[in-house]
């Protein structure tokens, strides 16, 4: 079963600057959540998706980032403009069920400079 | 407030050895209780659950317990090996929450040394 896949894995950008992140998830896997992993912490929630619609988005900063998820199955993440303290581990997870739990893609590390 | 403090923050063993991390937590109501292994550079992968019934838990090397009534878990860690060395991450489900409604640890970074 192919995992969670993510990309780009590293991305360096300017502050001010836009970028995207992008996310497949396992398949069949109806939610999907983006996290955001600062160093040194666990992930924090961004929003969560159950298949196209919106679940939870309390904590997404709603002015500078966007994320959707088109016929409900791969995900864009966008941050414009980005900030320095946007640097993080960008997370996305993928779950079938309560039980079974949440399947983590490796991340895209994101530095703004 | 739900919170999930874990300790120690950062832990160094020699390759061999046991050892112990702990989690603590005030979230209520208690769904579950999940232990992540992050490997640098990975996402976190789900080593155990436990539920509210549950007092131990064994995956190969790593045995999880949990006092409900203390709301405490520990992960212990038999004849650590180089390849245990990533984050442990505990996390903690509300009762009732859809999947957005966990409460994450911190982590412990653990270092095996040979």
């Known amino acids: 079963e192919a995992g969670v896949a993510q990309s780009p894995r590293y991305k360096i950008i300017e502050k001010r600057q836009s970028v995207a992140f992008w996310c497949n998830p396992i398949?069949?896997?109806?939610?999907l959540y983006w996290y955001q992993q600062i160093l040194g912490q666990g992930p924090k929630l961004l929003i969560q998706?159950?298949?196209?619609?919106?679940?939870?988005d309390s904590q997404l900063p709603k002015d500078r980032f966007s994320a959707e998820r088109l016929k409900g199955v791969d995900s864009t993440l966008k941050i414009q403009p980005a900030k320095l303290e946007d640097s993080a581990v960008y997370l996305c997870?993928?779950?079938?069920?309560?039980?079974?739990?949440?399947?983590f893609g490796s991340g895209t590390q994101l530095s703004v400079l | 407030k739900n919170q999930v403090e874990q300790s120690p923050q950062s832990l160094i063993i020699l390759e061999g050895k046991n050892c112990t991390l702990q989690?603590?937590?005030?979230?209520?109501?208690?769904?579950?209780l999940r232990w992540y292994k992050q490997d640098t550079g990975r996402g976190p992968v789900s080593l155990t659950i436990?539920?509210?019934?549950?007092n131990t838990k064994s995956n190969g090397r790593y045995t999880a317990t949990l006092d409900a009534d203390t709301k405490q878990s520990s992960l212990h860690i038999t004849a650590s090996q180089l390849s245990d060395s990533a984050s442990y991450i505990c996390?903690?489900?509300?009762?009732?929450?859809?999947?957005?409604?966990?409460?994450f640890g911190k982590g412990t970074k653990l270092s095996v040394k040979p």
């Open positions: 436990m539920t509210f019934s549950e």
């Open positions: 989690c603590n937590y005030t979230v209520s109501p208690f769904s579950n």
């Open positions: 997870a993928s779950s079938v069920d309560v039980v079974a739990g949440l399947f």
């Open positions: 398949s069949g896997h109806a939610t």
């Open positions: 998706f159950q298949n196209n619609g919106v679940v939870d």
């Open positions: 996390v903690v489900s509300v009762l009732g929450g859809s999947q957005g409604n966990l409460i």
